[in-house]
């Protein structure tokens, strides 16, 4: 729904009634991931998809009838042989949506601003209820402030801005069950918990040829880059203007400022080739919980640091977080493939994906 938030107050300036389908559940492949929104308004207009053209045009028929006054609803969208080419996911997945009226949201503005300011948020709302909560009932949940807005219950509000609390840290998404006054282990209330967190960081040391394409394709992928290196020289806004920022400082120092908020989600690259550089970065790196380090250099380099950062007291469990050398091995040249080779490994390290080529494996390509 992120990626919505304009067209959406454009559309409820207009006083235009507006239906929002969001993906709230996933089983086996799917184009898109949870939290894939779809708007459609009274006007005719579309904005948005939820499975890259699989199933929009169905979903548009959906929406119109909950528009023209049908009830909010949980509608699912699979393959199955009579389905492949009429409506349904011909990759072979099953997704779950839920359509509802969007103009009856108090706290949309207020959901809009933090998104807007990178604030970390999360939307709770009932999706469907067998004890007579009201579906479609929203609460807006920050780390820093009470919840706005409720699910019907002040116990189950309670139990649900917890649990979204939770979900915002880890960056996930997904439907949650409870009881009626939020109970654990019953499933008479389902709750689609929708995280914005903030953008995941990546912090790029060394201010070379390489680091403009990492700083530019880290920016398509959605992550806040950060290039840094002592030399005043080299870090310059005017070389790396696809950057949020550019710190002159050593990589240690920068690390010691922002290191406590560096998680899973968030890359610390390296790409710097002087041991004076890189293993003070690499141990200040190995002082946080990021979820991937890696560091530039040939085998031969990567030996001499090895025994550099041995001798510095860095143990085997330390040295076994690194990358190094850097990226997958696709053969990458140019700074334009290396940035590719580094941001495929920090993705499959993220999923937990072997990286190989999809042709030579089998099951699901969608956990």
Same mark, same amino acid.
């Given at each position: ?33 949870? %939290? ?7 006007? @005719?207009?579309?904005? %948005?998809?939820?499975? %890259? ?44 949506? /839920?359509?509802?009226? +969007?103009?009856?949201?108090?706290? /949309? ?25 009201? &579906? ?15 699910? @019907? ?17 880890? @960056?996930?998404?997904? *439907? ?7 109970? $654990? ?10 995280? /914005?967190?903030?953008? =995941?960081?990546?912090?790029? +040391? ?5 680091? #403009? ?20 020289? /080299?870090?310059?806004?005017?070389? +790396? =203007?696809?950057?949020?920022? &550019? ?8 690390? #010691?400022?922002?290191? #406590? ?13 002087? $041991?004076? +550089?890189? &293993?003070?970065? &690499? ?33 085997? #469990? %330390? ?5 190094? =050398? *850097? ?7 140019? =700074? ?20 190989? $080529?999809?042709?030579?494996?089998? @099951?699901?390509?969608?956990?």
């Amino acid at each position: 729904m992120k990626d919505l938030l304009d067209t959406l107050t454009v559309w409820r300036d207009r006083g235009l009634g507006l239906a929002l389908a969001r993906v709230v559940n996933l089983d086996g492949s799917a184009p898109r991931e949870v %939290g894939a929104a779809m708007a459609v308004n009274a006007a @005719g207009e579309v904005a %948005g998809s939820v499975s %890259g053209g699989c199933v929009e045009g169905a979903v548009v028929m959906e929406a119109q009838q909950v528009l023209a006054g049908g009830e909010r609803r949980i509608v699912s969208f699979g393959y199955s042989d009579n389905e492949a080419f009429a409506v349904g996911l011909t990759c072979g997945g099953t997704i779950e949506l /839920f359509i509802e009226p +969007f103009n009856d949201f108090p706290e /949309f503005a207020q959901l809009s601003e933090a998104i807007a300011n990178e604030s970390p948020v999360a939307l709770a709302t009932v999706v469907s209820s067998e004890v007579g909560h009201r &579906v479609g009932a929203k609460m807006l949940v920050t780390p820093e402030a009470e919840p706005a807005g409720s699910l @019907g219950d002040a116990d189950l509000d309670r139990v649900v801005a917890r649990d979204a609390l939770g979900e915002l840290a880890a @960056g996930r998404s997904g *439907i949650r069950h409870f009881g009626s006054h939020g109970e $654990a282990r019953e499933a008479a209330l389902a709750v689609f918990i929708e995280s /914005f967190a903030p953008p =995941p960081k990546m912090l790029i +040391f060394g201010a070379v040829d390489f680091t #403009a394409a990492l700083a530019r394709v880290a920016k398509v992928l959605g992550y806040r880059v950060t290039v840094c290196d002592a030399r005043a020289t /080299f870090a310059t806004d005017a070389r +790396f =203007p696809m950057a949020d920022e &550019v710190a002159v400082k050593w990589p240690d120092r920068l690390l #010691a400022e922002v290191g #406590a908020s560096l998680g899973s989600r968030d890359a610390v690259c390296i790409l710097t080739h002087d $041991a004076k +550089f890189d &293993v003070p970065a &690499v141990m200040a790196a190995l002082a946080t919980e990021v979820g991937y380090i890696g560091v530039m250099g040939s085998r031969r380099t990567h030996d001499d640091r090895t025994a550099r950062l041995l001798r510095a007291g860095v143990d085997a #469990a %330390g040295l076994a977080r690194l990358r190094s =050398p *850097i990226g997958l091995d696709i053969g990458a040249r140019t =700074p334009e493939e290396t940035a590719v080779s580094i941001t495929a490994e920090i993705i499959g390290r993220r999923t937990g994906r072997d990286a190989r $080529a999809l042709t030579d494996t089998a @099951g699901p390509i969608h956990d």
